[in-house]
């Protein structure tokens, strides 16, 4: 039995397996150091394979200037839609590192193995978290859901439109920051309001030592308001992937 491949089978291939890695050297739950690089070739390979039907349409003349320019441009589009995946999943993380400067955590530094840096422990934490419930909770269909269907957005053939690309980065941005104050939110104010009590507690009596005092509190609401704010993670990691969905398809019009 013989089997052949056309020339435009394969450069279609070619251009839908590069935009796949390139998302998924950025975008969440793939881009982790704990997956081997030859699985996440191997799957990205495959995730070009089902798109190939699609795309075929949309594949350049076979010469090596419009192959060669239509490969960076599906590598800039996997790379812009993966960072802006990353931008929104990070505010997770960054809601981990303001209840650690909050709590008094920050003081210890641990190393992440999924950043290969040095982070702080609830950083860690929530982290590893988000990837685990992103799996847990059947999120990264809808992950994996959005990115196929930049395909159909912007074929083999086109490009990102950068206004719309700036405007959907500030967005993520503004996003992030204000999704981590949300959830790192009411502890920090429980935590202020501890500080606050503590204070006027040294200035009424000075001899119960209010400063040593402050340490295992802190700690213990911070570890009480992170236990009570677990039932409550699950549906932030969803609510995160439908704004990663809706983003990325105004981004890509």
Not at 95 to 106: E, K, P, T, Y
Not at 228 to 244: D, H, Q
Request: aromatic share 10%.
């Amino acid at each position: 039995m013989n089997f052949t491949l056309s020339q435009d089978w394969l450069i279609t291939l070619l251009l839908c397996s590069s935009r796949c890695l390139a998302w998924m050297s950025i975008a969440p739950p793939i881009a982790t150091s704990g997956i081997p690089k030859t699985i996440k070739v191997a799957f990205g390979v495959a995730l070009g394979l089902a798109t190939v039907p699609s795309a075929q349409g949309h594949v350049p003349q076979p010469e090596f200037l419009p192959v060669v320019s239509a490969l960076l441009v599906q590598i800039f589009v996997g790379v812009a839609v993966g960072f802006i995946t990353r931008l929104l999943f990070a505010a997770i993380e960054g809601a981990g590192s303001l209840i650690d400067l909050f709590g008094g955590f920050s003081a210890v530094q641990l190393y992440d193995p999924f950043s290969k840096a040095a982070t702080s422990i609830f950083g860690t934490f929530y982290a590893m978290l988000c990837s685990t419930l992103i799996f847990a909770t059947d999120t990264h269909l809808v992950i994996f859901g959005g990115f196929l269907r930049t395909f159909s957005a912007v074929p083999l053939d086109a490009g990102l439109s950068l206004s719309n690309l700036d405007h959907g980065l500030v967005q993520a941005v503004t996003q992030l920051f204000i999704a981590a104050l949300q959830i790192a939110g009411p502890l920090i104010i429980v935590i202020f309001i501890a500080d606050v009590a503590l204070g006027v507690l040294n200035r009424i009596s000075p001899q119960l030592n209010a400063f040593q005092l402050s340490f295992p509190i802190k700690i213990g609401l911070t570890l009480m308001l992170v236990g009570v704010g677990f039932v409550l993670m699950p549906r932030t990691i969803i609510e995160t992937a439908s704004n990663v969905n809706d983003l990325i398809a105004r981004v890509t019009g």
